[in-house]
């Protein structure tokens, strides 16, 4: 088990930046793959972005490709989501969330498959 905490949300207007950052503790956090997801008011909670423990695979919601970057810092435990030209429907409770992965290319965009979660970053973009 790891214990994930986010952190960065806030508010920023459309076309802003905004950098997401999930520090871990606990367990050993390179074995773990680790996913972003996000859930509106009165809205199932979706997929956003993942990364395999090595760091080289990566995986995309639609929606955020070519906006959106994940990326991991094993030195510091640490993954964090680069942002970019945020749209008002971006808006929304972000979690991290990590699941153990025998192999580097193991990285799953479920979010029954992930065990451990943190507590949720709001971010709130404006038009």
């Known amino acids: 088990q790891v214990h994930l905490v986010e952190s960065g949300g806030g508010l920023v207007q459309a076309g802003g930046s905004l950098r997401l950052s999930c520090a871990a503790s606990?367990?050993?956090?390179?074995?773990?793959?680790v996913g972003w997801f996000r859930q509106a008011p009165g809205k199932e909670r979706e997929f956003v972005a993942a990364?395999?423990?090595?760091?080289?695979?990566?995986y995309y919601a639609d929606p955020v490709k070519d906006r959106f970057t994940i990326s991991r810092d094993s030195a510091k435990n640490t993954v964090r989501l680069q942002m970019n030209s945020l749209k008002p429907e971006d808006t929304a409770v972000y979690y991290c969330?990590?699941?153990?992965?025998?192999?580097?290319?193991?990285?799953?965009?479920?979010?029954?498959?992930?065990?451990?979660w943190g507590q949720g970053t709001q971010v709130t973009v404006s038009s």
């Open positions: 969330a990590a699941h153990l992965a025998y192999y580097s290319t193991t990285v799953s965009q479920k979010n029954t498959e992930y065990d451990n």
């Open positions: 606990g367990g050993t956090f390179s074995n773990y793959a």
């Open positions: 990364i395999g423990w090595s760091g080289i695979t990566r």
